[in-house]
């Protein structure tokens, strides 16, 4: 629980380089995530180039406060893990197949588990999904049938935001029925 109530979307980093061996747990953690029928979508992609960075920054709606990040962790979902015949598949925010839903729901959870460990390692990160698959995919050369589900920037914060707030359990807690 400690991990979970320090966590943070931090947007100001240090710029001190993250450890490889931080950025290594941080994905054999997102790697460990459960998925429905261990079908395991993720991949991961480490960015830590200036010049790659800024423009993933450019297509996530110009938040240039990312680039202080000195890692950024593209996380992305493989329609391939549920889809095995070699037909033709594009996925964007308009896909209506069942199994985009599936491999994003997977995904989310490596990465939050990867959210947690950060803060475990004394780092710090902010998930970043304000971009299209048509924008970010070139990018990064990511194929047309892989589904980007969010940037996680990471590194050690320059900035301690305080907890935002959180609506109570009578609020959100149904028991039997809704």
């Given amino acids: 629980m400690e991990e979970i ?11 001190n380089a993250v450890e490889e061996e931080k950025i290594i747990q941080l994905l054999e953690s997102g790697r460990l995530a459960p998925s429905g029928s261990n079908t395991q979508p993720w991949r991961f992609i480490v960015v830590k180039s200036k010049e790659s960075k800024e ?8 938040q240039k406060w990312m680039v202080s990040a000195p890692v ?5 979902a493989d329609i391939r893990s549920r889809i095995k015949e070699e037909v033709a598949i594009e996925v964007d925010e308009n896909s209506a197949e069942e199994e985009v839903k ?5 995904t989310s959870i490596a990465i939050t588990q990867m959210m947690l460990e950060a803060v475990n390692l004394g780092l710090a990160t902010c998930w970043v999904a304000w971009f299209t698959q048509k924008e970010i995919r070139p990018i990064l050369h990511i194929p047309a049938d892989k589904y980007v589900v969010g940037i996680l920037t990471l590194g050690y914060a320059a900035e301690n935001p ?17």
């Fill in 72 to 76: 950024f962790i593209v996380c992305v």
């Fill in 55 to 62: 423009k993933l920054a450019e297509v996530s709606n110009q």
């Fill in 102 to 106: 599936q491999i994003i729901r997977d």
């Fill in 162 to 178: 305080a907890a935002r707030p959180r609506k109570p359990l009578e609020e959100i807690v149904r028991y039997e029925r809704w």
């Fill in 5 to 15: 109530k320090m966590r943070r979307s931090v947007r100001n980093y240090l710029d």
